[in-house]
């Protein structure tokens, strides 16, 4: 395996503010009775909902993508305009210095990463240079290499910050990924969460070039 040959990928989302109205209402506890109890466990409920939309194509955006090609060679896109990163994702890096088929390097990006892209995709009406199919093959690492899956042996999660931690010596960039809705609104703030990516990149790149060669 060369690890030169793919590219390194990560993506930051966040709510996609014209979505709230259509979330689905909220469960629950059936067993409430107490109509005040029954109203702040609605709102608490929702509260909830409004902060997890991030982790749905359906309710929410993509903020950027990061991307390595070759060693320190970061680079993010990031635009208020989401339609602009997916066409930039697959016009331009995913092809990134690859000579025939593309391969790219993720942590957790079959569960997460890559299915956002191509949904997004999908929901904007943006074609994909190569199906999303491509890149979801279980048990093989030369189209996409998930990180995460190889340390997990295909099944379970690990949080990249616990390896990185213990395999490298450092964690993540601190960062509230709640504030990124905010901070997408001004040059400053994109700027911060372009600083926030390119750690996960770093941690990523760093771990697939220790891994590779060794775990698979």
């Not at 990163?85 to 997460?112: C, D």
Request: with cysteine.
């Amino acid at each position: 395996m060369r690890p030169d040959e793919y590219t390194v990928i990560d993506i930051e989302t966040y709510p996609n503010e014209d979505m709230i109205d259509r979330l689905p209402e909220p469960k629950i506890d059936s067993r409430l009775k107490d109509p005040v109890k029954i109203e702040a466990a609605k709102i608490e409920a929702k509260d909830k909902q409004i902060q997890e939309m991030a982790l749905s194509p359906l309710y929410g955006k993509i903020a950027c993508v990061g991307y390595e090609k070759g060693k320190g060679n970061v680079d993010v896109a990031i635009d208020e305009d989401e339609t602009r990163i997916i066409k930039h994702f697959f016009e331009h890096i995913i092809p990134l210095g690859q000579t025939g088929s593309p391969k790219i390097v993720t942590w957790n990006g079959m569960n997460f990463d890559v299915p956002f892209l191509y949904k997004r995709a999908m929901i904007l009406g943006i074609k994909p240079t190569v199906n999303m199919g491509y890149f979801m093959k279980r048990y093989q690492v030369e189209t996409h290499c998930d990180l995460m899956q190889v340390w997990c042996g295909w099944y379970g999660y690990e949080k990249l910050d616990n390896v990185s931690q213990a395999v490298l010596g450092y964690g993540k960039v601190e960062f509230d990924v709640t504030t990124i809705k905010d901070l997408m609104k001004t040059p400053e703030g994109r700027e911060k969460i372009s600083v926030y990516c390119k750690g996960d990149i770093k941690a990523t790149s760093e771990l697939f070039n220790l891994m590779a060669n060794v775990l698979f």
